[in-house]
């Protein structure tokens, strides 16, 4: 089983995308940002959004954003639990924050949580569950789960 870690179907639409950015020279806090920020934020229903720089910044701002609200979500010690193969940048912001990492095993066909080992690893402790997309694999996830924060969600393909 061989799988590639990254390729292009970038096509002229994004290569010229592209191109006006780096002709604008703002290549952060531009109006494009700032529009992509708003069209995200209306999508989703809410009222603001964030552009990150990378996927490693986006999960830092994450768990910044669970501790450092009115009624924080996390505090250091909580129990994530995360999957055994996934980016360092998926360990290290929880590390930082000092949350106790809880590791499951993979199915190897997906590289993603193996359903099983992931129901049973859920306990009382349990905060949160990182889900990564391992190479653009997505998580199966046709089940209901009970969220960390108290409330039932259904979550589908």
Do not use: H
């Not at 994004?14 to 529009?35: F, H, N, R, T």
């Not at 986006?58 to 505090?75: G, H, R």
């Amino acid at each position: 089983m061989q799988y590639k870690l990254a390729t292009s179907t970038w096509d002229e639409n994004e290569i010229g995308a592209i191109q006006a950015v780096i002709e604008s020279d703002l290549y952060s806090m531009g109006p494009k940002v700032e529009k992509f920020e708003k069209d995200f934020a209306d999508f989703f229903g809410s009222k603001y959004a964030v552009m990150c720089s990378s996927g490693s910044t986006a999960n830092l701002l994450m768990i910044a954003a669970l501790f450092y609200t009115k009624n924080p979500n996390l505090k250091r010690g909580d129990e994530i639990i995360v999957p055994t193969v996934s980016w360092s940048t998926t360990y290290f912001p929880l590390q930082q924050y000092g949350l106790k990492l809880k590791f499951v095993d993979i199915d190897l066909n997906t590289l993603n949580y193996n359903l099983t080992e992931l129901e049973n690893a859920i306990s009382e402790d349990t905060k949160a569950i990182m889900v990564v997309n391992l190479l653009g694999n997505s998580n199966d996830f046709d089940i209901a789960i009970i969220t960390p924060f108290g409330y039932e969600e259904e979550i589908y393909n």
